[in-house]
């Protein structure tokens, strides 16, 4: 059963403008250590740390919550199988509430171009 569902796209040059005005404390705010790692293999980075920012504001809107007091950047990660298809891992906070609301699991789906990233997530029961 789906227990909530979210959406979020966002502009890469917004993430982009961040991470040159701010730097490894923007990254580090945003984005666990393996996020950054990978996101910094590539030669333009900014559509990648978009598409991470989008699927976490997509994945706190299937939990109802947006980002803040009862879940932060920091316990939701985006990691990737061998395939290359990304997936939610759940820290912290992001267990608990996962817990609170009946969750399993969360499904998770990601796109980018030069101009937009967006993310589509729903939270299985």
Do not use: N
């Amino acid at each position: 059963m789906i227990l909530g569902t979210g959406i979020d796209l966002i502009e890469v040059g917004r993430i982009a403008a961040s991470f040159e005005r701010f730097g490894q404390r923007f990254l580090a705010r945003l984005l666990r250590p393996a996020e950054i790692a990978y996101c910094l293999t590539h030669a333009q980075p900014a559509p990648h740390l978009a598409a991470r920012f989008a699927a976490k504001e997509a994945v706190s809107k299937a939990f109802g919550t947006g980002i803040g007091a009862e879940l932060g950047w920091q316990d939701i990660e985006v990691a990737r199988r061998p395939s290359g298809e990304p997936y939610v891992v759940l820290h912290d906070k992001g267990l608990a509430l996962l817990a609170a609301r009946g969750g399993r699991l969360v499904h998770l789906s990601l796109t980018h171009t030069r101009a937009h990233a967006s993310s589509v997530a729903a939270m299985e029961g």
